[in-house]
């Protein structure tokens, strides 16, 4: 993924107009971001329930009857899945194996009665628990990255590893298939644009007719945010906003869905703070805030 690049010497300046978005109450747009993720949830073990199903009734080596109750199985399993759903999202913590172990759990209907051989690599039983809503976004970043794989066609092995250094889960998920995977395939961007939103990262490492290793890094905290910001800086309110979320480490995408305001603005306000500064960097920037 590439980050922002901000030149300071933008000097056209947009007409900042005040959207319903940016005057609504911070709360509203907390329950407004977790139903949203609920739904991008329930999406997602609704096409992994769908690929089971039809998984279990293709398979050649299963009867009419048995095909029959193994879906209707995948289907009840599915059913208490979505009924719990919401009480697993941001839930306290959970240990990095059972959190493993409940990825595992999610595939095992997918994999049972297809073609495609899932390896999992487990991680260590002492690594660091994992935050409810880390936990359950990276379940569901790895699902849909398979079914993103599965829906490809051509990959009949997949290796997933989970591994946990302290401050960060990294995850990687390789498959077999033809190598041609890049980050900017669109099968990646929904995914890249849910590691983004947790100030992660995503890369992708292709070896023609070799197969494709997806890695993944979710920081386990929450970038730490400047209590105050240096008065050396001559900022209006709204550019403050906009360096303190640059401090966090908010990309331009977030910082504009942030504030309610558009990328172009969030990038011309980035533009007059490097100015101002003296910074050539969003890098330095942030420094010249944590300093």
Not at 199 to 227: H, K, M, Q
Request: glycine content about 6%.
């Amino acid at each position: 993924m590439t980050a922002d690049a901000t030149a300071p010497t933008d000097t056209t300046s947009p007409t900042e107009t005040t959207s319903p978005i940016e005057t609504t109450n911070p709360t509203s747009r907390r329950v407004a971001a977790d139903h949203a993720r609920a739904l991008a949830e329930q999406r997602d073990r609704y096409a992994l329930t769908l690929e089971s199903l039809l998984a279990t009734l293709r398979s050649p080596r299963l009867d009419d009857r048995s095909a029959r109750t193994i879906a209707v199985d995948v289907a009840a399993g599915a059913l208490v899945g979505l009924r719990t759903l919401n009480d697993e999202l941001g839930s306290g913590l959970e240990p990095v194996t059972g959190a493993f172990e409940r990825l595992q759990s999610d595939l095992r209907p997918l994999v049972r009665f297809s073609e495609l051989d899932v390896q999992f690599v487990e991680p260590p039983a002492n690594g660091r628990a994992l935050p409810g809503e880390i936990a359950h976004s990276a379940r569901s970043i790895v699902r849909s990255t398979v079914l993103a794989i599965v829906d490809r066609g051509e990959t009949r092995r997949v290796r997933i590893q989970w591994d946990c250094d302290g401050l960060n889960l990294l995850i990687a998920i390789r498959d077999d298939g033809s190598g041609e995977l890049t980050p900017h395939d669109d099968v990646l961007r929904p995914i890249a644009e849910q590691v983004s939103s947790l100030t992660g990262d995503l890369s992708v490492a292709s070896t023609p007719g070799w197969g494709s290793e997806v890695s993944i890094r979710l920081p386990l905290d929450p970038p730490a945010e400047p209590d105050e910001l240096p008065d050396a800086i001559d900022a209006s309110p709204r550019e403050r906003d906009v360096l303190r979320l640059v401090a966090s480490g908010r990309r331009n995408r977030e910082i504009a869905a942030s504030l309610g305001v558009s990328e172009n603005t969030v990038k011309f306000h980035v533009s007059n703070l490097l100015r101002k500064s003296g910074a050539t960097s969003r890098a330095e920037l942030a420094a010249v805030v944590r300093g």
